[in-house]
Structures are given as C-alpha cells and as structure tokens.
C-alpha cells in the first residue's frame, strides 16, 4: 500500500511541475565522485585511504540516507585503537577529526 501511495504523490508532483524526489546515492560511487574532484594529490591519497577504511565498516551498498551517527562512531573508535604507521603512537583525536571533516565534505 505504502508503494502506491508513493507513486500517486510522485505523480501529484510531476502534474504541478513540483520537484520529484529521486532514489538516494550509494555511499561508494558519492565518495568516488567526491574524489575525482579533488585536486591536490595529497588531498586525493587522504580521502582515498579515508573512504576505503569507513566503506569497509559499512555493509556493503550502504545509501547516504542510512547513515547514522553509530556508523560514524565506529569509524571514530576503528582509528582511535589504531598507531600510527611512523609514529608508532596511538592515533591522536585531531587527526579523526580532520579525516571526518574528509568524509562530511
């Protein structure tokens, strides 16, 4: 029933030229298009590895409508029990924190 309540309100939309919402995006191919149009190559690696490490704690096909703020947490508890490559330290609060400002761009 809620399928076709759905399509009578699309077509009530179309009739008054009103703007018909559209299915959202796969969170992979929005991270992908994001990355294409960065332009500095530092920034381009970043965001690569950043999106790869946050995808592989997604379920696979995820739509940016499902995100939810314990995804993001998990993300943010995966880096922090993390050391760093040549530091060998554990990875600092700042450091998450400008790899998500990479993600919510």
């Known amino acids: ?3 076709v309540d759905e399509i009578r309100g699309q077509m009530r939309r179309a009739k008054h030229n009103l703007e018909v919402p559209t ?3 796969a969170l992979e191919k929005l991270f992908e298009r994001h990355r294409k149009q960065i332009q500095k190559p530092h920034q381009k690696n970043l965001a690569k590895r950043v999106f790869a490490t946050f995808l592989k704690l997604l379920p696979d096909g995820i739509k940016v409508s499902d995100l939810r703020r314990a ?7 995966h880096r922090l ?7 060998k330290e554990k990875i600092k609060p ?3 924190n400008r790899e998500l400002n990479i993600v919510g761009a």
């Open 1 to 3: 029933m809620e399928l």
């Open 94 to 96: 700042q450091t998450v």
């Open 71 to 77: 995804h993001f947490q998990r993300y943010i508890d």
């Open 23 to 25: 299915a959202f995006v």
């Open 81 to 87: 029990a993390q050391t760093g490559v040549q530091s």
